[in-house]
């Protein structure tokens, strides 16, 4: 096996006496997909940047090919992409591009050519020489991916690459992720969207309160933390009285309700399905749709935690 | 250090400095707005002229007698100093009108000539009444000094003519009664007549003080002021802009949200603060060229510049280092200044109060005693004053050589200082 092109060893952090991380430990490998999932002031923000050599833990350490990140060296192998926008608004597409090449000791024709070769790659060759300040948030948001890659990185590193896009711009984003893990790059991804994990992760961390709570493949936590099934009811009303109604009769797992729908957590959903149905026809609740599906990992943070990961 | 780091940061900052409008008003429309006005507003064109007294005067000698009060106006209207009009005579028709003239302010000052002046000078002693407006005291004593000195010329004159006529009358009848070549003893060879001119020469004029005119090698005249007030201009920009690019260079970054993703690049602090200085120093260089193109080509400022003489390129040095050391000293503010808001408004403010206090924008003997310490230990006063002394009055180096010293050691140590600063600053930005 090749040796992790990232290691993180035991890395702890605190800011102003309160704990932002404890004890985290991982490594990543190349072609591979690491997703660290958990809801805002979970740490994942805290372990990039420590990653990535902006900011020092208190305890531990961490490897990029063997190298500090604290070493130019290691730094010229990563390429990060906070959460926040990383462009300049009084500079055009390109030349915020050739700004950040010029970073990674490229310059010339050679700059230029990677620059608009990444332009092309995420869509936006044709707004290359347009002002930031005239891009849309999203057209930002890819900026800041390509600038990423600018310096042809080994471990990509990515904080919430796809907050505030909308559905079709977050799908073509993770295409081309993908699409550079292929070339047998490593990323690391901090999310909070479940989706955003499950789509691209081979491996995915589960962190809460700046603890790893759990650490496997998508499909392992689900089975391992996850529920068998989740029940998804939909009705048309009298919400409080269903949910009272449902929770005499599921006893093993959570009920929650969102955006009108109601999931419920069962272990053997062949037998509790003709339970919940009986008991709402009893009440004479009329129900629009039941549907039976498999535990995503919102489901396992939520077994693990108690907690949705929105709150 | 790599260069294509330093670059692409100075050629960053470069651009979006000459894309902000904010930015290009303060470092070259402010300081030509207040060059120009200095130049035509509070120093215009005439400033460096003999000054033109505005007199009233009311004249109620109506004799037709060959000396009267016309004849003293035409005198007043026709007198010069150095090819310009001591006098813009306005006439009056009585006292009440031309008191009030003065007192508002239009008149520098008021003459009075009386009935029967000519008849009293040609027989005795003529009368005059003299008004001096009391505006301010410095036109007062210009005025009355103007008048004292024109009077005492215009008496000088009469006496000398009287003297003459005096001399012709003793002449024509005391001669004879005394031979011609009779002589007083007492004073040698002297004949009695050239006796009596002599004595009568030193009743009207006892002293005959003469006076000659010597140009200083600095010369205060109009365009060696306005060579003066475009380094001024020039520092007080210097002053502020140098200030604020030290004292943005992280807080600017990290408030637009890329000094993280510059931090995580492998280019290095030092890559930063090369690239982000050489853009100052670029910007306040052009700024700077720019100042004297406009002060010498706009205005008519007298900035000599000899590429053949070493003072000069010494005189040259000064703007980069300034621009150095206000950076230095601006990198020092951003361990405070922990806004971009912040940074900008103390360095526009220290920046102009310095300009104003430190002997930059007004000489420093125009300011209190304890307010010229400042001047004394501030090192961007030295270097203006290098510079100042070399293209505009031509110092030679010796004159200037211990203060160069001074300002290249004081430079290097606060740039030094901005350095720790501007690390620690950075390192407390990135683990926050």
Redesign the interface.
């Known amino acids: 096996m090749d040796p992790p092109i990232l290691s993180v060893k035991n890395i702890s952090r605190r800011y102003c006496g309160r704990i932002a991380i404890e004890n985290i430990c991982f490594d990543v490998f190349r072609g591979e997909v690491l997703a660290l999932l958990g809801p805002n002031g979970a740490g994942k923000t805290t372990v990039l940047?420590i990653v990535?050599?902006?900011?020092?833990p208190d305890n531990g350490y961490v490897r990029i090919n063997g190298l500090n990140p604290s070493d130019?060296?290691a730094?010229?192998l990563?390429g990060?992409?906070?959460q926040?926008?990383?462009?300049?608004d009084?500079?055009t597409g390109l030349?915020n591009m050739?700004?950040?090449?010029?970073?990674?000791?490229?310059?010339g024709s050679e700059?230029r050519r990677r620059c608009m070769n990444l332009l092309e790659f995420i869509g936006l060759s044709d707004y290359a020489n347009r002002l930031v300040k005239t891009y849309s948030g999203g057209m930002k948001k890819r900026l800041s991916f390509a600038?990423a890659l600018i310096?042809d990185p080994r471990l990509l590193?990515l904080d919430e690459p796809t907050t505030g896009m909308d559905p079709q711009a977050r799908r073509e984003i993770w295409a081309k992720i993908l699409e550079i893990v292929k070339e047998g790059r490593a990323v690391i991804v901090a999310t909070h969207y479940m989706e955003e994990a499950e789509q691209l992760a081979d491996r995915v961390i589960i962190m809460d309160r700046g603890r790893i709570i759990a650490e496997g493949v998508p499909e392992e936590l689900k089975t391992r933390y996850g529920p068998r099934a989740v029940i998804l009811l939909k009705i048309l009303d009298r919400h409080a009285e269903v949910l009272d109604a449902l929770r005499g009769i599921v006893s093993e797992g959570e009920i929650l309700e969102e955006d009108g729908e109601i999931k419920i957590h069962v272990d053997d959903p062949d037998e509790a399905v003709p339970r919940i149905v009986s008991r709402l026809l009893q009440e004479g609740i009329k129900l629009e749709m039941l549907r039976v599906i498999r535990p995503t990992l919102e489901d396992v943070f939520l077994r693990l935690t108690g907690r949705r990961l929105s709150e | 250090m790599?260069w294509?780091?330093v670059?692409?940061?100075m050629?960053?900052n470069l651009?979006?400095t000459l894309?902000?409008k904010a930015d290009v008003f303060w470092i070259f429309a402010w300081p030509t707005i207040w060059l120009l006005m200095t130049a035509y507003i509070f120093l215009p064109p005439a400033v460096g002229q003999p000054t033109t007294l505005t007199i009233g005067v009311v004249n109620q000698d109506s004799s037709q007698l060959p000396v009267n009060g016309s004849m003293l106006i035409q005198i007043l209207n026709a007198s010069e100093y150095h090819g310009a009009s001591l006098f813009e005579i306005k006439l009056y028709e009585n006292r009440s009108v031309l008191i009030e003239d003065i007192k508002g302010g239009r008149l520098d000052a008021g003459i009075l000539i009386p009935e029967n002046f000519g008849k009293n000078l040609i027989i005795g002693q003529a009368s005059l009444r003299i008004y001096i407006g009391m505006r301010d005291l410095q036109s007062a004593q210009i005025a009355e000094y103007t008048l004292r000195g024109f009077f005492e010329n215009l008496n000088k004159g009469i006496a000398l003519r009287k003297i003459d006529e005096s001399l012709r009358y003793i002449k024509l009848y005391a001669l004879r009664y005394m031979p011609e070549n009779f002589s007083i003893p007492a004073n040698g060879n002297l004949s009695w007549m050239e006796f009596m001119r002599r004595w009568m020469l030193g009743l009207a004029s006892p002293i005959n003080a003469s006076f000659t005119s010597i140009k200083p090698e600095a010369l205060a005249d109009r365009p060696s002021i306005l060579g003066w007030y475009t380094f001024g201009a020039l520092g007080m920009s210097m002053l502020y802009s140098g200030l604020m690019f030290g004292s943005l260079m992280a807080v600017e970054e990290r408030e637009?949200?890329?000094l993280?993703?510059?931090?995580?690049?492998?280019?290095?602090s030092t890559?930063m603060l090369l690239g982000k200085t050489l853009a100052g120093m670029i910007v306040l260089g052009a700024m700077a060229f720019f100042m004297i193109l406009l002060g010498v080509y706009l205005c008519g400022a007298r900035i000599a510049w000899n590429p053949l003489r070493l003072e000069d390129w010494i005189a040259a040095l000064m703007i980069p280092l300034i621009a150095l050391l206000m950076i230095g000293l601006g990198m020092l503010l951003s361990l405070i200044a922990r806004s971009v808001k912040s940074a900008t408004n103390l360095s526009v403010v220290i920046g102009l109060m310095l300009a104003f206090t430190a002997g930059i924008w007004f000489p420093s003997w125009w300011l209190p005693s304890w307010m010229q310490v400042i001047g004394e230990i501030f090192p961007g006063t030295w270097a203006i004053e290098i510079a100042r002394s070399i293209l505009v009055y031509n110092a030679p180096l010796s004159e200037v050589a211990l203060d160069v010293v001074k300002v290249v050691i004081s430079t290097a140590a606060i740039y030094i200082l901005g350095i720790l600063a501007y690390r620690r600053v950075l390192r407390r930005y990135?683990?926050a």
Not at chain 2, 260 to 268: D, F, G, V, Y
């Open positions: 940047r990535s050599g902006i900011a020092r130019p060296r730094r010229s990563i990060y992409c906070p926040e926008p990383i462009v300049y009084d500079l030349e050739l700004f950040y090449a010029g970073l990674y000791g490229l310059s700059a600038i310096g590193i | 790599k294509p780091a670059k692409a940061f050629l960053k651009k979006l894309r902000s637009r949200g890329t993280r993703r510059i931090l995580a690049s492998p280019a290095t890559d990135a683990e």
